[in-house]
């Protein structure tokens, strides 16, 4: 394997080990919590995303999202319920002392800071405002509190926090228009998108072709060495290059590696997190989906004779003629400095590969931007999978316990240590003023009123991959069926994990979940279980794949036989 190609799989599967994650992204996603502060009379109500809608001369003008306060009275649920109220600037714009403004039932914007959020809804209140909206110092939503030793606390309007660039638009508004007004109502969110559908199904099914190319790899191996054995009548084969070429297996070692390399990735993304930043993973993202996508086309245009043989319908000769080319242009090769070897199918389709990856990485703030970064991510993911290798599954269980432990404590301990989750703080994308980071598959949530997304790393699909890829191997290496063998129950555990994320996630109430947590325990445990059940697990932990047949030693056998 040439060196470029080494060093791609090392960068990408270090990238890949980030993130591990499950998780609803919406707009206006709220990043700063602080719970710390335990409720009280007048101070009880759950936070909730509120929707803003404005009203410009009385034309609808644009919508803004904004957050609850644990303070004042609750938000209408229903659009119809809700009344269009003028809006205007207070002066002084903190309301930290009463507005100079004449109120008549008027929603009022003041600024953050300068006193409490609640000495702010006192003063409107008591000027006859019927809402109050903050504007935050910050691009974020803040969830607003009561202190600890306040006891003024019978506010009966409700408060809304606004993220910076909303507030600056309003205020842009009621500067150059002569009457503002807006529409305040918190529709309740769905306890299940059909996004969480989509999600499970691209996970499972990346999984499930990357598991089934791999299999087919190494069969086409044993083919092969099968075909020298007939033909060896007076040579012996070359045993040197039997096996899958082109894959890297990795050891307990590496795995262990590979978990600290990206946790020193993650803590320097934590750290270093800005606009550029995400440009340059960008970037790296956009390297490694070019090269998924090649490695993908070129595979499946190559056996695409095999594909259109077994089709029954008539079928034109032109394609006929271009399925011959893409079989010979996929074994003939010409050598390129640094890339090593490389075929003239995999040359051909490198224009395309790099003008999608282009064309999504330029136009990846649009909003159908999603559907490239999935197939970029699919095609990463399942390349991915046919280069890395566990031999066994001592190293599976290495792995998958090192990211299980790597998950547990920068979703949850690192909340501790720094206030915050590390790892979500980096998959949303906070502090960048981007849309999240590339390194994950999305799904729009349809039927959620708040829009967003719903997100999966490319971790927790990856590394179980390693073990649902090593278990088919092995059913098609040791002749097993379906039911017998590894991989169905594999695949039906993972699955299961996944499906369990999600559960967790909505009880959870949106907050991101560490999916390796869940994942982890039911397809490694699953293995390890039908293992020992079978009598296998020793032969599995140690051994792991079985080896394809040399035909050295089989044309040895054949002599003895023949000479005995």
């Given at each position: 394997m040439a060196l470029v190609k080494i060093c791609w799989v090392v960068v990408v599967s270090a990238l890949i080990l980030?993130?591990?994650?499950?998780?609803?992204?919406?707009?206006?996603?709220?990043?700063?919590?602080?719970?710390?502060?335990?409720?009280?009379?007048?101070?009880?109500?759950?936070?909730?995303?509120?929707?803003?809608?404005?009203?410009v001369n009385g034309i609808e003008d644009a919508e803004f999202v904004g957050v609850g306060a644990r303070f004042g009275t609750t938000i209408v649920s229903k659009e119809k319920n809700a009344r269009h109220t003028r809006l205007i600037l207070s002066d002084p714009r903190d309301c930290c002392?009463?507005?100079?403004?004449?109120?008549?039932?008027?929603?009022?914007?003041?600024?953050?800071?300068?006193?409490?959020?609640?000495?702010k809804a006192n003063n409107a209140e008591n000027a006859n405002a019927s809402a109050i909206l903050i504007r935050n110092n910050q691009k974020e939503l803040y969830k607003m509190v009561c202190e600890p030793d306040e006891t003024d606390l019978d506010i009966h309007i409700p408060a809304v926090m606004l993220p910076q660039d909303?507030?600056?638009?309003?205020?842009?508004?009621?500067?150059?228009?002569?009457?503002?007004?807006?529409?305040?109502?918190?529709?309740?969110?769905?306890?299940?998108?059909?996004?969480?559908?989509?999600?499970?199904?691209?996970?499972?099914?990346?999984?499930?072709?990357?598991?089934?190319?791999?299999?087919?790899?190494?069969?086409?191996?044993?083919?092969?060495?099968?075909?020298?054995l007939k033909d060896a009548a007076d040579e012996i084969p070359n045993t040197e290059d039997r096996g899958v070429s082109g894959v890297v297996y990795i050891n307990a070692k590496t795995a262990v590696l590979f978990v600290v390399v990206a946790s020193c990735f993650l803590f320097m993304l934590y750290k270093l997190m800005s606009s550029w930043f995400i440009e340059v993973l960008v970037v790296l993202f956009c390297i490694g989906g070019i090269e998924g996508l090649q490695t993908c086309l070129a595979a499946l245009l190559s056996r695409c004779d095999n594909l259109l043989s077994s089709l029954w319908l008539s079928i034109v000769s032109s394609i006929l003629a271009s399925r011959k080319w893409f079989?010979?242009?996929?074994?003939?090769?010409?050598?390129?400095?640094?890339?090593?070897?490389?075929?003239?199918?995999?040359?051909?389709?490198?224009?395309?590969c790099i003008a999608y990856a282009v064309l999504w990485a330029v136009y990846r703030s649009v909003s159908f931007a999603w559907i490239?970064?999935?197939?970029?991510?699919?095609?990463?993911?399942?390349?991915?999978?046919?280069?890395?290798?566990?031999?066994?599954?001592?190293?599976?269980?290495?792995?998958?316990?090192?990211?299980?432990?790597?998950?547990?404590?920068?979703?949850?301990?690192?909340?501790?240590?720094?206030?915050?989750?590390?790892?979500?703080?980096?998959?949303?994308?906070?502090?960048?003023?981007?849309?999240?980071?590339?390194?994950?598959?999305?799904?729009p949530r349809i039927f959620d009123p708040w829009g967003g997304y719903?997100?999966?790393?490319?971790?927790?699909?990856?590394?179980?991959?390693?073990?649902v890829a090593f278990a088919l191997r092995y059913d098609w290496l040791a002749n097993r069926s379906l039911r017998g063998g590894y991989f169905l129950w594999a695949m039906f555990a993972y699955g299961f994990g996944l499906l369990t994320t999600y559960v967790a996630l909505n009880l959870m109430d949106g907050h991101g979940q560490p999916a390796l947590?869940?994942?982890?325990?039911?397809?490694?445990?699953?293995?390890?279980?039908?293992?020992?059940?079978?009598?296998?697990?020793?032969?599995?932990?140690?051994?792991?794949e079985p080896e394809i047949p040399c035909p050295h030693v089989r044309l040895q056998q054949i002599d003895e036989v023949n000479n005995g």
């Amino acid at each position: 394997m040439a060196l470029v190609k080494i060093c791609w799989v090392v960068v990408v599967s270090a990238l890949i080990l980030l993130f591990h994650h499950a998780s609803p992204v919406i707009a206006g996603d709220i990043v700063h919590e602080d719970d710390s502060t335990p409720k009280k009379p007048g101070c009880e109500n759950q936070f909730v995303l509120v929707k803003v809608q404005t009203w410009v001369n009385g034309i609808e003008d644009a919508e803004f999202v904004g957050v609850g306060a644990r303070f004042g009275t609750t938000i209408v649920s229903k659009e119809k319920n809700a009344r269009h109220t003028r809006l205007i600037l207070s002066d002084p714009r903190d309301c930290c002392s009463p507005p100079k403004n004449k109120l008549a039932g008027d929603v009022i914007m003041v600024d953050r800071g300068n006193c409490k959020f609640t000495t702010k809804a006192n003063n409107a209140e008591n000027a006859n405002a019927s809402a109050i909206l903050i504007r935050n110092n910050q691009k974020e939503l803040y969830k607003m509190v009561c202190e600890p030793d306040e006891t003024d606390l019978d506010i009966h309007i409700p408060a809304v926090m606004l993220p910076q660039d909303a507030g600056t638009r309003l205020e842009k508004m009621l500067m150059t228009t002569s009457y503002v007004s807006v529409q305040l109502y918190s529709p309740p969110r769905p306890a299940v998108d059909i996004a969480e559908v989509f999600l499970w199904l691209m996970a499972v099914g990346t999984i499930l072709c990357a598991s089934c190319w791999s299999a087919w790899r190494v069969r086409e191996a044993a083919i092969d060495q099968d075909k020298l054995l007939k033909d060896a009548a007076d040579e012996i084969p070359n045993t040197e290059d039997r096996g899958v070429s082109g894959v890297v297996y990795i050891n307990a070692k590496t795995a262990v590696l590979f978990v600290v390399v990206a946790s020193c990735f993650l803590f320097m993304l934590y750290k270093l997190m800005s606009s550029w930043f995400i440009e340059v993973l960008v970037v790296l993202f956009c390297i490694g989906g070019i090269e998924g996508l090649q490695t993908c086309l070129a595979a499946l245009l190559s056996r695409c004779d095999n594909l259109l043989s077994s089709l029954w319908l008539s079928i034109v000769s032109s394609i006929l003629a271009s399925r011959k080319w893409f079989k010979h242009a996929s074994e003939s090769y010409i050598k390129v400095p640094l890339f090593g070897a490389i075929s003239y199918l995999t040359l051909a389709i490198s224009p395309f590969c790099i003008a999608y990856a282009v064309l999504w990485a330029v136009y990846r703030s649009v909003s159908f931007a999603w559907i490239g970064q999935d197939i970029l991510g699919i095609a990463l993911i399942i390349a991915v999978l046919q280069i890395v290798h566990i031999p066994n599954l001592k190293v599976g269980t290495v792995l998958l316990g090192c990211a299980f432990l790597y998950d547990l404590f920068w979703v949850f301990v690192s909340k501790k240590l720094f206030s915050e989750s590390v790892m979500i703080v980096v998959a949303r994308g906070d502090k960048s003023g981007e849309d999240g980071i590339p390194m994950l598959l999305k799904f729009p949530r349809i039927f959620d009123p708040w829009g967003g997304y719903s997100i999966i790393g490319f971790g927790d699909i990856l590394l179980p991959g390693t073990l649902v890829a090593f278990a088919l191997r092995y059913d098609w290496l040791a002749n097993r069926s379906l039911r017998g063998g590894y991989f169905l129950w594999a695949m039906f555990a993972y699955g299961f994990g996944l499906l369990t994320t999600y559960v967790a996630l909505n009880l959870m109430d949106g907050h991101g979940q560490p999916a390796l947590l869940y994942i982890v325990p039911f397809t490694l445990g699953t293995f390890l279980t039908l293992g020992r059940r079978r009598g296998d697990l020793r032969n599995l932990w140690t051994r792991g794949e079985p080896e394809i047949p040399c035909p050295h030693v089989r044309l040895q056998q054949i002599d003895e036989v023949n000479n005995g």
